[in-house]
């Protein structure tokens, strides 16, 4: 008996039982096969998000679960890291940085730097060697949320980096400062330029994966990243108010000038989990689908407020997180980076 997958059918169960499907929803620049969004929506929901005819889109999804060759649709190929560099070649003793990716955002205190940890730590767990770079130059908080401080020691290659419990390499700001309560009173140039230095001056060692949190707006510091680093994507992050969703808009709408490539949306205080086990949105219903619509990029996750989360970022311990959310998170990533888009 053939195959016969229906518009109604879900998108992640079509993957999970036809797994050559997920290159057929790739192609059509339908990326909810690796969204949190492919958990619920069918074949003609995700369609109609991306503005897909979904008739095309049914046939090659039916070709490939029956094995028949694509008609009109090459699907593109993997790239397991990046710009698949190997960590490092015969005789060449220069350590590489495999795969940056900035966390922004536009609109403050949504979560960026939170995402950053969370990503860098589901990276950490599955084997990878992953460094962050805070590049929220006069806010930094990456290190107190990873209870790491320390002043800049220097080796022969460079500043070294201060290692979290779990091996994660970070550099920040304050580890420059006498005080870390001290301002840094610092035009956009100066803080161009440290970012830079935190990228080129650090001895960041072999790394598959550099984060680099960003600070709120659209100004120097992502202008920056985007313009002198070799950055391989960009992760947004968002809450479902009216007016966060707004502000990241203007955030798309400057990495897509830049001609950057969006990896993923994260909808962070999506919703509060009640002691009956209900759900309550504080902030509105989701905007997820309105961005993934507008990026063609997957929503990774949308992440509950969880006090968990703010206790365990003011104890520096963050390593310690775990939920259903942050699993999704992290798989979703991971399959998110893997496909070329
Ligand atoms: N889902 C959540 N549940 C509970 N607390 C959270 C959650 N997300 C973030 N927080 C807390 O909210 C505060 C702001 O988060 P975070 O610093 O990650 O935002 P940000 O976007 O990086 O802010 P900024 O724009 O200042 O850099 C932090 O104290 C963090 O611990
Ligand atoms: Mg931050």
Redesign the pocket.
Known sequence: MPVDITEDMIIRNVVENYPQTAQVFQAHGLPCAACHIGASESVSQGARTHSLPVDALLKDLNHAANGEPLEGVKPRTKMPTGKGIPLQMAGDTKPKIRNIIAIM?GK???????VTGLIAIALQRSGLKVGVLDG?IT?P?IEQMFGVFGAPIKNETGIEALVTQHGIKIVSMNMFLPNRSDPVVWRGPMISSAIKQFYNDVDWGNLDYLLIDL??GTSDAPMTVMQSLPLDGVVI?SSPQMLATTIVKKAIGMVNTLKGRIVGIVE??AFLRLPNGDRMEPFGSSNGADLVAMTSAPLLAQ?????A??SL?DRGRIEEYDSEEFTALAENFIKAVTIVR
């Open positions: 955002s403050g205190g949504v979560g960026k730097s939170l929220d806010g908080s600070p709120p992050v962070n205080m992440l509950p407020i969880d006090p989360i703010a970022c």
